[in-house]
């Protein structure tokens, strides 16, 4: 990641009478439009701030963010703009600074960088309404020659009125018409004005029960301890907490958090959505008065209020998914990232920014520190600890109240598929270990990344596999819905009866998902209360908090579910963990694959044991010797570390390079290739010539998975040892990445998560 190149505006700057402003459209246009100012107007234009401007030949009306503000103009010509569309700048000048940043780094137009930071609810003004309201005119009844009796009455209604109400509500209380009152305004006797009311009232103080913060171990006060240095400092640095699961990551959190509301700053606390669980924001609020939470499942009106809370300092604490990285928090102090190595920060569409290295920029552009927290840390991080002077790594190596990890036994499939005939989901090691738990009456958590109930459809007579006709995939049965769906463009289409290609009348389900897995667990397990957590499942509103409460008061004895139940939860009562099939992303075409499995078992590992009745982990895998497995069994991420570190050293993938990867789309393959193959040529051109090099340019080739909703995908990854290198190259070939055919796009992600 780099260092950001732009500093922070001073509000003397924002303050600057306006004659010109360069203004960021919401366009895949790498470029920013002027516009004069019109003289009535000059004063209250200022950077951050939302304006409508005409674009175009048509002068079509548009809303645009006004970048900058300008003393002169050197074209010749240049159309005004219509005039601001609220009230101030909703982008402050941090946040404007670190788009700017984000803008050159990600390869993103500005506007589109600037529509993103901005929540839709707020460009919408969900929760206000516009009202019209009846007050009295400039003129009075001793000004009219006659006024009518119903005419009186609306008048004295008003004056008898505290405050102005709408002319229907006037007109209930007259008894008589609007048109009354109508009158009343052509007389001058009365006006009607126009006013915006919110929805927003409410006290931002939820009452949680109080908890006594527990004692800290010797290294936990050291951690703490380098946090609370920084912060005492207000200087920019980041600290990296690597502690295995129930090492009290959380509480150091919470008391640095303390010690910068205490000192009136605000903190943001990034966690992955799966995290944001009732337990996770109940530990924040029982800490603290005022904390917003942010995350998908809020309501627009939801959204904008909580926004309005931290922009107006009455949110001591931000709780939040990817995008609270972006809250308008203006005395922010901190930020922490828990659970720092998940993917699901990574933003999959433009502009395709990961919130760790966001909030990083944004802290050093206000020098306040910042802490990542994980019990698996990325390799990324793991390795700036050591090249890196403004990263510390504290290590917290044992649960809190000494409880020991849980024991890991490995379940070798290769070998149990013979125990039995027919189809096992549950080795019988994992079956019995269900069964022994149950019995004692405590609960099991049972993981599997794969949804649905068959994975893949397939005909025994000829071959032919279902798979999706917009997609190079597979589609997946779901047996609840009866319909086999594609889960990268969500087609359904009915099962077959008959095999499509050869007419055989016997077609087979394959593969295993969880909604096969919860019908196996309640045909051998009757009696246990089994939910499950998935996509499918959890759509409606609070169906994820519902379900979490019910496992915490002990109302399911069983959990099921994929990556969502993986990390952030804390049940005492869950003394076993059962992974049914660790290999699921173990052979994916990438890079990260190792690290990913090895993630995945430790988080969900971690799950178990975490209260005085301790707990155990079968983890059921066909490669048993596979180092991500094996190392995750012996809780040693010390050694997977140094060992992973060393493979991408060798073969020249991140930490040790920084990656970007070109992605060229379209319904036509012939045409994709073609211009796959132009951009890879001018790429290499270009790269040659770059000084911060050397650079790789490898490709074209097609995507792992070439075809996704009837788009044909090509890509070419890009190697530098640094991110000089990546940024000197795409800062002299931005221009020539817009494709010239409108059937084909270009998508450019720097620093990439997956290369599938």
């Given at each position: 990641?780099?260092?950001?190149?732009?500093?922070?505006?001073?509000?003397?700057?924002?303050?600057?009478?306006?004659?010109?402003?360069?203004?960021?459209?919401?366009?895949?246009?790498?470029?920013?439009?002027?516009?004069?100012?019109?003289?009535?107007?000059?004063?209250?234009?200022?950077p951050?701030?939302?304006?409508e401007?005409?674009?175009?030949?048509?002068?079509?009306?548009?809303?645009?963010?006004?970048?900058?503000?300008?003393d002169?103009?050197?074209?010749?010509?240049?159309?005004?703009?219509?005039?601001?569309?609220?009230?101030?700048?909703?982008?402050?000048?941090?946040?404007?600074?670190?788009?700017?940043w984000?803008?050159?780094?990600?390869?993103?137009?500005?506007?589109?960088?600037?529509?993103?930071?901005?929540?839709?609810?707020?460009?919408?003004?969900?929760?206000?309404?516009?009202?019209?309201?009846?007050?009295?005119?400039?003129?009075?009844?001793?000004?009219?020659?006659r006024?009518?009796?119903?005419?009186?009455?609306?008048?004295?209604?008003?004056?008898?009125?505290?405050?102005?109400?709408?002319?229907?509500e006037?007109?209930?209380?007259?008894?008589?018409?609007?048109?009354?009152?109508?009158?009343?305004?052509?007389?001058?006797?009365?006006?009607?004005?126009?006013?915006?009311?919110?929805?927003?009232?409410?006290?931002?103080?939820?009452?949680?029960?109080?908890?006594?913060?527990?004692?800290?171990?010797?290294?936990?006060?050291?951690a703490?301890?380098?946090?609370?240095?920084?912060?005492?400092?207000?200087?920019?640095?980041?600290?990296?907490?690597?502690?295995?699961?129930?090492?009290?990551?959380?509480?150091i959190?919470?008391?640095?958090?303390?010690?910068?509301?205490?000192?009136?700053?605000?903190?943001i606390?990034?966690?992955?959505?799966?995290?944001?669980?009732?337990?996770?924001?109940?530990?924040?609020?029982?800490?603290?008065?005022?904390?917003?939470?942010?995350?998908?499942?809020?309501?627009?009106?939801?959204?904008?209020?909580?926004?309005?809370?931290?922009?107006?300092?009455?949110?001591?604490?931000?709780?939040?998914?990817?995008?609270?990285?972006?809250?308008?928090?203006?005395?922010?102090?901190?930020?922490v990232?828990?659970?720092?190595?998940?993917?699901?920060?990574?933003?999959?569409?433009?502009?395709?920014?990961?919130?760790?290295?966001?909030?990083?920029?944004?802290?050093?552009?206000?020098?306040?520190?910042?802490?990542?927290?994980?019990?698996?840390?990325?390799?990324?991080?793991?390795?700036?600890?050591?090249?890196?002077?403004?990263?510390?790594?504290?290590?917290?190596?044992?649960?809190?109240?000494?409880?020991?990890?849980?024991?890991?036994?490995?379940?070798?499939?290769?070998?149990?598929?013979?125990?039995?005939?027919?189809?096992?989901?549950l080795?019988?090691?994992?079956?019995?270990?269900?069964?022994?738990?149950?019995?004692?009456q405590?609960?099991?958590?049972?993981?599997?990344?794969?949804?649905?109930?068959?994975?893949?459809?397939?005909?025994?007579?000829?071959?032919?596999?279902?798979?999706?006709?917009?997609?190079?995939?597979?589609?997946?049965?779901?047996?609840?819905?009866?319909?086999?769906?594609?889960?990268?463009?969500?087609?359904?289409?009915?099962?077959?009866?008959?095999?499509?290609?050869?007419?055989?009348?016997?077609?087979?389900?394959?593969?295993?998902?969880?909604?096969?897995?919860?019908?196996?667990?309640?045909?051998?397990?009757?009696?246990?209360?089994?939910?499950?957590?998935?996509?499918?499942?959890?759509?409606?509103?609070?169906?994820?908090?519902?379900?979490?409460?019910?496992?915490?008061?002990?109302?399911?004895?069983?959990?099921?579910?994929?990556?969502?139940?993986?990390?952030?939860?804390?049940?005492p009562?869950?003394?076993?963990?059962?992974?049914?099939?660790?290999?699921?992303?173990?052979?994916?075409?990438?890079?990260?694959?190792?690290?990913?499995?090895?993630?995945?078992?430790?988080?969900?590992?971690?799950?178990?044991?975490?209260?005085?009745?301790?707990?155990?982990?079968?983890?059921?895998?066909?490669?048993?010797?596979?180092?991500?497995?094996?190392?995750?069994?012996?809780?040693?991420?010390?050694?997977f570390?140094?060992?992973?570190?060393?493979?991408?050293?060798?073969?020249?993938y991140?930490?040790?390079?920084?990656?970007?990867?070109?992605i060229?789309?379209?319904?036509?393959?012939?045409?994709?290739?073609?211009?796959?193959?132009?951009?890879?040529?001018?790429?290499?051109?270009v790269a040659?010539?770059?000084?911060?090099?050397?650079?790789?340019?490898?490709?074209?080739?097609?995507?792992?998975?070439?075809?996704?909703?009837?788009?044909?995908?090509?890509?070419?990854?890009?190697?530098a040892?640094?991110?000089?290198?990546?940024?000197?190259?795409?800062?002299?070939?931005?221009?020539?990445l817009?494709?010239?055919?409108?059937?084909?796009?270009?998508?450019?992600?720097?620093?990439?998560?997956?290369?599938?």
């Amino acid at each position: 990641m780099s260092e950001p190149e732009t500093s922070v505006m001073t509000p003397a700057e924002q303050a600057t009478e306006a004659r010109f402003v360069s203004v960021a459209l919401d366009l895949p246009l790498d470029r920013l439009y002027t516009y004069a100012v019109p003289p009535a107007m000059s004063g209250q234009i200022a950077p951050g701030m939302r304006v409508e401007v005409p674009f175009g030949r048509g002068n079509k009306p548009m809303v645009g963010y006004v970048a900058e503000v300008l003393d002169r103009c050197e074209l010749p010509e240049v159309k005004e703009l219509r005039g601001p569309v609220d009230d101030g700048p909703l982008i402050g000048p941090d946040l404007m600074a670190l788009a700017r940043w984000m803008a050159h780094y990600y390869v993103t137009p500005l506007g589109q960088v600037l529509t993103a930071i901005l929540p839709a609810a707020v460009k919408k003004q969900a929760g206000f309404k516009t009202v019209r309201l009846v007050v009295r005119g400039e003129r009075t009844e001793a000004d009219m020659d006659r006024v009518l009796s119903k005419q009186q009455r609306v008048l004295d209604r008003l004056d008898a009125l505290d405050n102005p109400v709408t002319p229907r509500e006037l007109a209930r209380m007259a008894g008589c018409t609007t048109a009354v009152i109508k009158a009343l305004e052509q007389k001058g006797l009365v006006r009607i004005v126009t006013k915006q009311t919110e929805e927003f009232a409410r006290d931002l103080y939820v009452p949680v029960e109080s908890e006594t913060p527990p004692e800290l171990n010797n290294e936990q006060r050291l951690a703490l301890q380098r946090i609370k240095a920084l912060i005492a400092k207000g200087e920019f640095g980041c600290v990296v907490v690597n502690g295995v699961t129930g090492s009290g990551k959380t509480e150091i959190y919470l008391r640095a958090i303390e010690q910068v509301v205490a000192a009136g700053g605000q903190a943001i606390v990034l966690v992955p959505e799966i995290a944001l669980t009732p337990q996770t924001i109940r530990r924040f609020r029982q800490r603290f008065t005022e904390v917003a939470v942010l995350h998908s499942h809020l309501t627009d009106v939801e959204r904008h209020r909580e926004w309005r809370d931290i922009r107006d300092g009455r949110a001591q604490v931000i709780v939040g998914a990817r995008s609270a990285v972006f809250a308008p928090a203006g005395n922010l102090r901190l930020i922490v990232i828990d659970e720092e190595h998940e993917t699901s920060f990574k933003q999959e569409t433009a502009p395709r920014y990961h919130a760790r290295d966001v909030a990083l920029v944004r802290a050093h552009l206000l020098g306040v520190p910042v802490i990542l927290g994980s019990a698996t840390p990325s390799l990324e991080s793991k390795h700036n600890c050591t090249t890196h002077d403004h990263y510390a790594e504290t290590r917290l190596t044992a649960r809190v109240q000494g409880r020991p990890m849980p024991p890991v036994e490995i379940v070798d499939l290769r070998l149990t598929s013979r125990e039995r005939k027919g189809y096992h989901a549950l080795s019988m090691a994992l079956e019995k270990a269900i069964a022994e738990t149950l019995d004692r009456q405590e609960q099991v958590i049972l993981f599997l990344n794969r949804r649905g109930f068959s994975t893949y459809v397939f005909c025994p007579s000829c071959g032919y596999t279902l798979r999706c006709t917009d997609c190079d995939v597979s589609m997946t049965f779901h047996r609840e819905a009866n319909e086999c769906r594609c889960h990268y463009c969500d087609r359904a289409v009915a099962p077959p009866e008959k095999c499509p290609a050869c007419g055989s009348p016997s077609m087979n389900f394959f593969g295993l998902g969880t909604e096969r897995l919860e019908e196996e667990v309640k045909r051998k397990f009757e009696l246990a209360r089994i939910a499950r957590m998935d996509s499918d499942t959890m759509r409606s509103r609070g169906a994820h908090n519902q379900v979490l409460t019910a496992v915490r008061d002990r109302q399911v004895d069983v959990l099921i579910g994929t990556q969502m139940i993986a990390k952030g939860l804390d049940f005492p009562n869950v003394t076993l963990v059962g992974v049914i099939n660790a290999d699921v992303s173990m052979n994916l075409p990438d890079f990260r694959a190792s690290e990913r499995t090895f993630q995945l078992i430790s988080q969900v590992a971690g799950r178990a044991g975490r209260g005085p009745k301790g707990g155990r982990i079968l983890v059921q895998t066909f490669n048993p010797d596979h180092e991500a497995v094996r190392l995750a069994a012996a809780h040693d991420y010390e050694g997977f570390a140094a060992m992973e570190l060393e493979h991408r050293r060798t073969f020249g993938y991140p930490p040790f390079t920084r990656l970007a990867r070109i992605i060229v789309r379209g319904g036509n393959e012939d045409q994709v290739l073609a211009h796959c193959r132009d951009v890879t040529q001018c790429l290499r051109d270009v790269a040659a010539a770059v000084p911060s090099g050397p650079i790789q340019v490898l490709g074209p080739a097609p995507c792992p998975i070439t075809r996704i909703n009837r788009q044909f995908r090509y890509q070419v990854l890009v190697k530098a040892p640094k991110a000089r290198g990546i940024m000197d190259l795409f800062d002299r070939v931005r221009d020539s990445l817009t494709p010239g055919n409108d059937d084909l796009a270009i998508a450019v992600d720097i620093d990439p998560t997956s290369t599938l």
